[in-house]
């Protein structure tokens, strides 16, 4: 069975980069069947996707934060990365990896349980 | 603001039939499969509907899905206290390159 486990540093200041990583078990990163998707959550609010990931390295990104995240993979952990630079109050949520399915753009078939980052000084 | 537009609140009574909306736009909904969400406070979200009104393993056929131009809906009958929780519509949106939520619909049961 599929699980996703999102890990990362904690808390992060305003301006610095938020780096938070995705282990994946029960099933390979490398398919050619699935995405690799980052989604987050600010407290009280919607769901804003981040991007997504297709093995060995074709990303989309939400075009709000283009300039702003990169999606990376590493096989040989079976893991796959998030990083955000230049981090606000607003980028506060609890932010998921998810696997989407391919050729069916909006199918999230299993998610990460969550994790909260806080961005404060 | 949202790309997709769902009501921020619907409810109903247990038995009753609600639906909820979602709006969009050609390159989005008028163009692309939509999938339903839903979410409990403190948990992820979980795929209630897939490409536009089918229903994966488990999710109970008091759930439904329709889609028509630009706008889909969700609709719950029979409505039970546990269905309590927040639905998300989603699609892609071809001119962004994009997956767009809407803004979620806050479900409560009277």
């Known amino acids: 069975q599929l699980q996703l486990q999102e890990s990362g540093p904690g808390p992060v200041k305003p301006s610095e980069t938020l780096s938070l990583t995705c282990t994946v078990s029960g099933g390979s990163i490398s398919s050619s069947s699935y995405y690799w998707d980052w989604i987050r959550q600010p407290p009280g609010k919607g769901l804003e996707w981040i991007g997504s990931l297709y093995y060995p390295g074709r990303t989309n990104y939400n075009p709000s934060l283009k300039s702003r995240v990169t999606i990376s993979v590493d096989m040989s952990k079976n893991q796959f990365s998030l990083k955000l630079t230049s981090v606000t109050a607003a980028d506060t949520a609890v932010y998921y990896c998810?696997?989407?399915?391919?050729?069916?753009?909006?199918?999230?078939?299993?998610w990460g349980q969550g994790t909260l980052v806080t961005v404060s000084s | 603001q949202s790309v997709l537009t769902q009501p921020p609140s619907a409810s109903g009574t247990p038995g009753q039939r609600v639906t909820i909306s979602c709006s969009g736009s050609?390159?989005?909904?008028?163009?692309?499969?939509v999938y339903w969400y839903q979410q409990f406070p403190g948990t992820a979200p979980k795929v209630l509907i897939y490409r536009n009104n089918q229903r994966p393993s488990g999710v109970p056929d008091r759930f439904s899905g329709s889609k028509s131009g630009t706008s889909a809906s969700l609709a719950i009958s029979g409505l039970r206290s546990d269905d309590e929780a927040d639905y998300y519509c989603?699609?892609?949106?071809?001119?962004?390159?994009?997956?767009?939520f809407g803004g979620g619909t806050k479900l409560t049961v009277l």
């Open positions: 050609s390159s989005n909904i008028g163009s692309n499969y």
């Open positions: 989603a699609t892609w949106d071809d001119n962004l390159s994009a997956v767009v």
């Open positions: 998810a696997r989407e399915k391919h050729l069916e753009r909006s199918w999230f078939d299993s």
